[in-house]
């Protein structure tokens, strides 16, 4: 458990814990509105039904329309709450207040975490336990209870880095559950239900891959939070956002080229693919404002630099905004798709306005008149963007950063003559896009905290190793049988005869058996005495006198057998049967018939050939008798 926090007055309390308390709240409203829609969805499918119950006669046209008009009731609610829950989701942008080396710094896109109910894991993974591995009920209670608690702690994860990693350590937990309890993505009657987060339509599935993306897509969520929650003055808290940022990018990567769930807007391809181009993007930035904090104004160089930043940040908000289409265009903020849009443009005029202004004093008649054509195409680049903050009525503060930069690049463009600017309009028309020089270009997104977690060692390793005791074997029985204990003068009359083993030991020689390989160990060979006891070659071992030996070797085994032996106890075994691993074990050491020798009149005798074998005709190729 995560040790509280003490509780801190509001003059105490730090810049990030404020925005993360605002997150907690945002998350709250939308749990209310995604339950309302669920609700209504509900009324709405009802509804549906009854109008095809009623039949369609004139007795019944007043209950027909009574259904009718409450189902459109229900209809303009949901738009209603989607409208609500578009608003909300809008107000996850975080905006940085702080001016930025001398800028106002724009906000970021933290996206919401998906949300699911509470499943009763128990009961169904107990069931499989007897009905797949013939176990006890509550044989594995301990691992089925802690999945079940690490899932309640994933739903309520705080927007930390601790929780960041309860969701990771679920994470883990499922993919090692899905071999153990899943037969084609599905245990019994198991069902998981999450609400998409931009619609919040709830999307119910048996399948574990609903369970896995949305959980995934619950860290990259979180990161995104994570990134939001940084302080963008310091150059620490830049390259933080960053690399949460490109973890986000990384999870919603992998989710869009692994993943095969569509039930949910947020969760379908497309949507992955546009949401990874946005977390890249303001990876991109956050490198951007990282540039500006540690330029020094006196070089040239720094400027520049700082220009070809920016042109990479327009290339990934460019990419983002080409990539965005339906469903999620509809579902998605609208706040958050001007917010895209204006930054494609507003950091193509940014890059501009750094490179030219160096380039405008150039003592290089044809470099300076480049540079000034550069600055001439910023300020009108950057005038569009203030007409398109006008028009839809974007938030006051990222307002006052496209003014800022449009005051700046004006200021300059008023004191150059209006006839060179004139002169100057073909040659901004001939520019060329400015390409990216950028020094980092988050080309791609991190998932080491992915291979980091689910490399971990396996949760349920007291079921035995994975490649025998998984949900896809046959395991078709498990029995328990005593082999009675045989001294010295019984052993004569039970002598077991071996023929692949070189050596047996005396321990397996009293009771009959011979073991080969481990985890678990095999009976290869056993006795008459055995034999009799219940025991079948070609069967595992899951308990020796009481003790699991699922994961032991048979040199461990051994050991077992002659402590028993030893004591002169009886050997009591639980044999559990694999047909698969049978099958297997068959296949590559087939039964090899015993022959017995020939005598010396049989190798004597002439080979004759059947009689019945000369009547038949083979073809050359020898596949089959005509």
Known sequence: ???????????????????????????????????????????????????????????????????????????????????????????????????????????????????????????????????????????????????????????????????????????????????????????????????????????????????????????????????SLEDF????????????????????????????????????????????????????????????????????????????????????YQACHDSLSTPLVGSMPTQWLRLIELKAMLFQGIADWHVGSVDMVSPNKAKSIVGLARVMRAFHCIKQCVTFADKHKVDSETKATVLEYHNVVDAVISRVNQNILTQLLPKVKALKNMVCKAEEKWAQGDVQIIKKWTSVEDYFKRMGPVYFFNSMCALVEQRTIVIPFCDDSETKTNTLKTRRSTSVSSEQHLYGLVLSGGSPARISEASPAALNAGVRCGEYLSQVAGLDVRSLNQDSILEILKELAGKKKDLELTIVVNYDMQNFEELITPEVPELEEPTVEEENEEAIMPLAWSALRFELSGKRAL
């Open 1 to 227: 458990m995560l040790a509280s926090k003490p509780c801190l007055g509001p003059a105490a309390v730090p810049k990030s814990d404020e925005k993360a308390s605002g997150i907690n709240s945002i998350k709250t409203k939308r749990s209310v509105v995604n339950h309302k829609i669920a609700t209504e969805m509900k009324i709405r499918e009802g509804c549906k039904n009854l109008l095809r119950a009623i039949p369609k006669t004139k007795e019944n046209n007043v209950r027909r329309e009574a259904v009718k008009q409450k189902m459109e009731q229900t209809i303009e609610k949901i738009a209603t709450l989607l409208e609500e829950l578009k608003q909300i989701n809008g107000n996850m942008c975080s905006i940085q207040h702080k001016k930025i080396s001398g800028s106002n710094s724009f906000p970021v896109i933290a996206l919401g975490l998906k949300e699911t109910n509470s499943v009763d894991l128990h009961t169904c993974f107990s069931e499989f336990v007897v009905s797949h591995y013939h176990e006890k009920q509550h044989t594995f209670d301990e691992e089925i209870m802690g999945m079940d608690s690490a899932r309640e702690l994933m739903r309520n994860a705080p927007v930390s880095l601790e929780g960041r990693d309860l969701v990771l350590q679920y994470y883990a937990i499922l993919s090692q559950a899905e071999h153990r309890f899943f037969q084609e993505d599905k245990c019994a009657e198991l069902c998981f239900k999450w609400f998409d987060t931009m619609d919040g339509q709830p999307v119910t599935h048996q399948s574990i891959r609903l369970e896995k993306t949305s959980v995934l897509f619950n860290v990259a969520a979180l990161s995104s939070q994570l990134a």
């Open 233 to 316: 003055d310091t150059e620490p808290g830049l390259i933080a956002a960053a690399g949460h940022f490109q973890t986000a990018a990384g999870v919603f990567h992998m989710l869009c080229e692994e993943s095969k769930v569509t039930a949910s807007t947020d969760i379908c391809k497309s949507s992955l693919g546009s949401l990874s181009l946005l977390m890249l993007a303001q990876a991109q930035e956050c490198l951007w404002h990282r540039s500006l904090l540690l330029a020094r104004q006196s070089e040239e160089s720094q400027i520049q630099a700082d220009g070809h930043e920016a042109v990479a940040v327009a290339e990934w």
